[in-house]
C-alpha cells in the first residue's frame, strides 16, 4: 500500500509526547515531512530521533495561547517546505478536575486558554497557506469530555474546538480545505515530560480526579481507556486522502462513549 502522506508537509502541535508524538512517528513512517510543533524543549529531542532515521522534520518551539506564538510556526513551516498540507492541532488538556463551584476565575481563564485558544489561532494562522495551495487539511484534536464530570471549563473549551471545526469547514469546504475533529477519550499514555498541573494534590483533589476517571471508563462501552495508536490512528484517517468526502465532523474516538 502507498503510503498516504508521501511528500505531504504536515504540522502537528503539542508533538512532544502523548497522541502528538504517536502522530508524528505514525505520519513519518507513512512520509510525510513533519513541523513539530511544542512549547517543551523535549521536541527538539523528538526531531534529532526522526532525522536519524531519515524523516524531514524540523522542531518549533512556540507558545501557541498567542497569536504571534501560532503565526510564526504556521511562517516558519512554509518557509522551509514551501508550503503546507495538513494541520493538525493537538494542544489542550484538563489542568485541574474538580467541581466547578472550587474553580478561581484565574484558573477558569486558564483551562480555555490552554485548551481553545492554541486551535483557534492555528486554524487562522494557517488558513493563508492552504489557500495557496487551493486546498488542504485541519484536524482538531477535541475531546469526549464535552459532556463529562469534573472539568466544566475544560468541556467548554472543547466545546468551542467543535463549534469552530464545524463553522471553518462550512466556510471553506468551497475552497477544497477539510476540517474535522476527533474527540478521544480517556487515552493510556506514558507519564507526561511536562505536567500540566505541577501543584501537589491534596486527598480531595485526589478522589475528584478518581471520579473523573471512573466517568470516563464507566460511560465508555467497551469500559477502557483507549491507546495512543487508536487516536493516531483516526487522525491521521481524517487528515488523509481516505477521508476526503468528509469534513465538519466530529468523531468519537473513545470505546463508544459519543461525548
Not at 222 to 230: C, P, V, W
Amino acid at each position: 500500500m502507498k503510503p498516504r502522506f508521501t511528500d505531504k508537509v504536515m504540522v502537528i502541535t503539542g508533538a512532544a509526547q502523548g497522541i502528538g508524538r504517536r502522530v508524528a512517528e505514525r505520519a513519518a513512517e507513512e512520509g510525510a515531512r513533519l513541523v513539530l510543533v511544542d512549547l517543551a524543549d523535549h521536541i527538539f529531542e523528538l526531531v534529532a530521533e526522526l532525522n536519524q532515521q531519515g524523516v524531514e522534520a524540523i522542531a518549533v518551539q512556540a507558545n501557541l495561547e498567542t497569536w504571534d506564538g501560532a503565526d510564526s510556526v504556521m511562517t516558519k513551516a512554509a518557509e522551509h517546505f514551501g508550503g503546507i498540507d495538513i494541520l493538525v492541532n493537538n494542544v489542550g488538556g484538563t489542568i485541574w478536575a474538580q467541581p466547578y463551584e472550587h474553580y478561581s476565575p484565574e484558573q477558569i481563564e486558564k483551562e480555555v486558554q490552554r485548551s481553545l485558544f492554541p486551535t483557534l489561532w492555528c486554524c487562522r494562522a494557517v488558513l493563508p497557506h492552504l489557500l495557496k495551495r487551493e486546498g488542504g487539511v485541519i484536524v482538531n484534536v477535541s475531546s469526549v469530555a464535552t459532556r463529562g464530570l469534573m472539568r466544566v471549563p475544560y468541556a467548554a473549551a472543547k466545546g468551542g474546538v467543535n463549534a469552530l471545526t464545524v463553522a471553518l469547514a462550512f466556510e471553506y469546504a468551497e475552497l477544497g480545505i477539510r476540517v474535522n475533529a476527533t474527540a478521544p477519550g480517556g487515552t493510556e499514555a506514558p507519564p507526561r515530560l511536562t505536567p500540566r498541573n505541577t501543584e501537589a494534590q491534596s486527598e480531595r483533589e485526589q478522589q475528584w480526579y478518581q471520579t473523573l476517571v471512573d466517568q470516563t471508563r464507566a460511560t465508555s462501552f467497551m469500559h477502557r481507556y483507549g491507546t495512543l495508536d487508536e487516536q493516531a490512528g483516526a487522525i491521521l484517517f481524517l487528515a488523509s486522502d481516505d477521508a476526503s468526502y468528509i469534513t465538519g465532523t466530529i468523531l468519537p474516538v473513545a470505546g463508544g462513549d459519543l461525548g
